[in-house]
Nanobody
Framework: HVQLVESGGGSVQAGGSLRLSCAAS????????MAWFRQAPGKGREGVAT????????YYADSVKGRFTVSHDTTKNTLYLRMGSLKPEDTGMYYC???????????????????WGQGTQVTVSS
């Protein structure tokens, strides 16, 4: 069983940047894929970025391509999401997730992820 703990959220103005971290309680190398999801108030959870553990590059939702970068440090069992050029529509609770088996399609489908963190809030003001 893997526990995931996110950190790094906060409030920033539009155009700013943040780096989220997701610390895992155990080795994440064998979890095939790890991902970031977000949920805005009143909306469903959507996939933001995912990466095959130890085997980048990342895969991104169209809404964040060119602005966000996902990375994974296997030595620290930590997943990162560097977010730049933030927009008010990026506001939401950001969740880290890890898969329990290989994923061959639907990399940003939350149904493919088994382990979840509690989330960290990101608020972007205009």
């Amino acid at each position: 069983h893997v526990q995931l703990v996110e950190s790094g959220g906060g409030s920033v103005q539009a155009g700013g940047s943040l780096r989220l971290s997701c610390a895992a309680s155990a080795s994440t190398y064998d979890h095939y894929c790890m991902a970031w999801f977000r949920q805005a108030p009143g909306k469903g959870r959507e996939g933001v970025a995912t990466i095959r553990t130890g085997r980048g590059p990342g895969y991104y939702a169209d809404s964040v391509k060119g602005r966000f970068t996902v990375s994974h440090d296997t030595t620290k069992n930590t997943l990162y999401l560097r977010m730049g050029s933030l927009k008010p529509e990026d506001t939401g609770m950001y969740y880290c997730a890890a898969a329990a088996r290989p994923i061959w399609s639907g990399f940003l489908n939350q149904m493919n992820y088994f382990y979840w963190g509690q989330g960290t809030q990101v608020t972007v003001s205009s």
